[in-house]
């Protein structure tokens, strides 16, 4: 049977305190990240003009990854401990609801920044082939 002693009992109760922060601070991250994953958060209310309402209706996506790790040496004199995280927010508009006396309708959002990136890719990968294939025939 072991006996823990109030030296040890200190250093223990250190570990502990040092692994609580960790999460403290892990789960504080997290909340401000979720928060961030919402559609208030990056589009406005409906909007009501005359008698119609307008609804913006929005595509949010969270990716997260989140590791915790801790150390506590065997005479459990030193703790260590950490934890990390990384993830990503999108959000991207994809339809626009209008209820009014003829009904409620759903328009698509046309998405320009995503179109843009299209034409830019394509592009890119026809000026690689260009000079990849292109420049054999000289």
Known sequence: MSTITPAAE??????????EKALQITQNALE???????????????VAHQKSMIIPAA????YLGVWLGGNVSAGGKEA????????RVISRPVDVIVSDERGVRVKPAMDV????????????????????FGRRRD
């Open 113 to 132: 920044s995503g179109i843009l990136r299209a034409v830019f890719i394509a592009a890119s990968i026809l000026t690689a082939v260009y000079w990849i």
């Open 10 to 19: 200190i250093n223990k109760n250190e570990g502990t305190q040092i692994g």
């Open 59 to 62: 595509e949010v996506v969270a």
């Open 80 to 87: 260590a401990g950490g934890s990390g995280g990384v993830g």
């Open 32 to 46: 401000r990240f979720l928060s961030s994953a919402d559609v208030n958060a990056a589009y406005a209310a409906a």
